[in-house]
């Protein structure tokens, strides 16, 4: 098959979105696919460069934030699209933003299907203007996208059961398909119970962009009720618009006596963040909005055992294997019993660590692949 990727920043570095279309498309071609990208230009590096380059679109006012969240909006280019689609057997887009909308119209116009992953909740965006609660403001936001993207697809990538019962509940008339989005099978490189040194802090790790819905400061609030407080090690490895935000807050801890180790802010790439998970005592994720969390997934490949905020619009509490890994979202005083539960019982966390890492077998991205295929063909076959 011919599959277009319509996606506005492809190679865009520290932004989970381009990183799962990159990954996808990697596989798709392994899998003997013949894929596109139709895309805004790649401004990290000269080459590679989309198949079709779209210019950048500024988005008014808000262009700083934006590119904050290392990302960028494409213009339309109403003939580059047509060229794009008219090579397709389907088209596959990955956002629901403007140049979806063109393409998605342009394709029905030229009789090409199209196919769609559902990767972001409107709260995803509005949360970085501190909009997140605004119910209003997001379920119009969601409406406008199921009516001018989504309503346009026949068939629906659902990366979470989370996300596939809130499009049935909105009414949403495409296909919808359950497949994650997938992880590359990576075997754990932690050592079995190593000696643990009485002295040596707890290192605890939290991956994830520095952004409102990751709600990081969770995590530091917690530290106040934690007995452990002051043998923790905290580490967060990733970057984004609320960067300046969280370091400040996580120092004060450090100069209030509250914790005894300045926490660490570190951007690593994928081969320092399974270093550091296959390192770490405990893996935390407190993100209130999230559609799957694919670098839970692969934190707990390197067999830690995680603590993840549980809530309406986070799906990655389905990774947990039970409650004791389990907090409400916002909820500090949770997350500190959580914390001092798993660091009371070290042996239990060693037996449980690499139980998550077996769990994290049923995500193997070529799986998602082979659903993936499976889905381009079913929407190829019914347009006919």
């Given at each position: 098959?011919k599959?277009?990727?319509?996606?506005?920043?492809y190679?865009a570095?520290?932004?989970g979105?381009?990183?799962?279309?990159r990954?996808?498309v990697?596989y798709?071609?392994?899998?003997?696919?013949?894929?596109?990208?139709?895309?805004?230009?790649?401004?990290?590096s000269e080459?590679?460069?989309?198949?079709?380059?779209?210019?950048?679109?500024?988005?008014?006012?808000?262009?700083?934030l934006?590119q904050?969240?290392?990302?960028?909006?494409?213009?339309?280019?109403?003939?580059?699209?047509?060229e794009?689609?008219k090579?397709?057997?389907?088209?596959h887009l990955e956002?629901?933003f403007i140049i979806?909308?063109?393409?998605?119209r342009?394709?029905?116009?030229?009789?090409?299907?199209c196919?769609?992953t559902y990767?972001?909740?409107?709260?995803?965006?509005?949360?970085?203007i501190?909009?997140?609660?605004?119910?209003f403001?997001?379920?119009?936001t969601l409406?406008l996208?199921?009516?001018?993207?989504?309503n346009?697809c026949?068939?629906i990538?659902?990366p979470?059961?989370?996300?596939?019962?809130?499009?049935?509940?909105f009414g949403?008339?495409?296909?919808?398909?359950?497949?994650?989005?997938?992880i590359?099978?990576?075997?754990s490189?932690?050592?079995?119970?190593?000696p643990?040194?009485?002295?040596a802090p707890f290192l605890?790790?939290?991956?994830?962009r520095?952004?409102?819905?990751k709600d990081?400061?969770?995590l530091l609030?917690?530290?106040?009720?934690s007995?452990?407080?002051?043998?923790?090690?905290?580490?967060f490895?990733g970057?984004?618009?609320e960067?300046?935000a969280?370091?400040?807050k996580?120092?004060?801890l450090?100069?209030?006596?509250?914790?005894?180790?300045?926490?660490?802010f570190?951007f690593?790439?994928?081969?320092g963040?399974?270093q550091?998970a296959?390192?770490a005592?405990?893996y935390?994720?407190?993100a209130?909005?999230?559609?799957?969390?694919?670098?839970a997934?692969e934190?707990?490949q390197?067999?830690?055992?995680?603590?993840?905020?549980?809530?309406?619009?986070?799906?990655t509490?389905?990774?947990?294997?039970?409650?004791?890994?389990l907090?409400?979202t916002k909820?500090?005083?949770?997350?500190a019993?959580?914390?001092?539960y798993?660091?009371?019982?070290?042996?239990?966390?060693?037996?449980?660590g690499?139980?998550y890492a077996?769990?994290t077998?049923g995500?193997?991205?070529?799986?998602?692949?082979d659903?993936?295929?499976d889905?381009f063909?079913h929407?190829v076959?019914t347009?006919?």
């Open positions: 098959m599959i277009l990727f319509v996606v506005n920043n190679y570095s520290g932004n979105l381009s990183a799962s279309a990954r996808t990697q798709l071609r392994e899998a003997g696919q013949e894929v596109r990208i139709l895309s805004g230009r790649n401004h990290e080459e590679p460069q989309p198949d079709y380059v779209l210019g950048d679109f500024h988005v008014p006012v808000f262009d700083g934006v904050s969240h290392g990302y960028k909006f494409a213009k339309t280019d109403i003939s580059l699209i047509e794009a689609v090579w397709a057997d389907v088209v956002e629901p979806q909308m063109v393409t998605a342009i394709a029905k116009r030229l009789g090409v299907p196919t769609g990767h972001l909740h409107p709260e995803n965006l509005f949360c970085s501190n909009l997140g609660d605004w119910k403001l997001n379920y119009n409406r996208w199921r009516d001018t993207v989504f346009y026949t068939d990538q659902c979470t059961e989370n996300v596939l019962e809130r499009l049935q509940k949403f008339k495409s296909r919808l398909h359950l497949i994650s989005n997938g590359i099978p990576d075997p490189i932690r050592k079995k119970m190593p643990k040194d009485p002295d605890v790790a939290c991956i994830g520095l952004a409102v819905e990081q400061p969770t609030e917690a530290m106040k009720y007995k452990y407080a002051r043998k923790i090690q905290l580490f490895a970057r984004g618009p960067a300046d969280v370091k400040e996580a120092h004060a450090y100069e209030e006596g509250i914790v005894a180790y300045d926490p660490i570190e690593r790439d994928r081969a963040l399974r550091l296959a390192e005592d405990l935390i994720h407190c209130t909005v999230e559609v799957e969390g694919l670098s997934l934190a707990l390197q067999a830690v055992v995680p603590i993840i905020a549980e809530g309406d619009l986070t799906a509490s389905q990774f947990a294997l039970d409650e004791r890994s907090f409400p909820d500090a005083k949770a997350l019993d959580c914390i001092d798993w660091l009371d019982h070290p042996v239990e966390r060693e037996l449980m690499w139980k077996e769990s077998e995500y193997d991205i070529h799986k998602s692949i659903a993936l295929i889905m063909r929407a076959s347009a006919q």
